[in-house]
Nanobody, 115 residues
């Protein structure tokens, strides 16, 4: 099994920055996708950023240019650097790893951006 633990969430003023981290443990071999999703109250969970095993990245239009996803294979972690944060970025952020047809999720970490 795969276990994912997120950290780095918190309260920040608009325009500030946060760095989220997701550490994996267990049977973490042949992971072909790592990503970050977020879900705000009353809204659907949406993909924020993703990175493939080949290093290709993609971002939601709402965060492109402000957020950066990266990975550290040696440490089995994936990170999300969030800059120029806006109140609309407020949500629970979830780490997601995929292997073939399997999908693994972290518990989520709260990000709150105040005006």
């Amino acid at each position: 099994q795969v276990q994912l633990v997120e950290s780095g969430g918190g309260l920040v003023q608009a325009g500030g920055s946060l760095r989220l981290s997701c550490a994996g443990s267990g049977s973490i071999f042949s992971i072909n996708f790592m990503g970050w999703y977020r879900q705000a109250p009353g809204k659907q969970r949406e993909l924020v950023a993703g990175i493939t095993s080949g290093g290709s990245t993609n971002y939601a239009d709402a965060v492109k240019g402000r957020f950066t996803i990266s990975r550290d294979n040696a440490k089995n972690t994936v990170n999300l650097q969030m800059n120029s944060l806006k109140p609309e970025d407020t949500a629970v952020y979830y780490c997601n790893w995929r292997r073939r047809e399997y999908s693994y999720w972290g518990q989520g970490t709260q990000v709150t951006v105040s005006s």
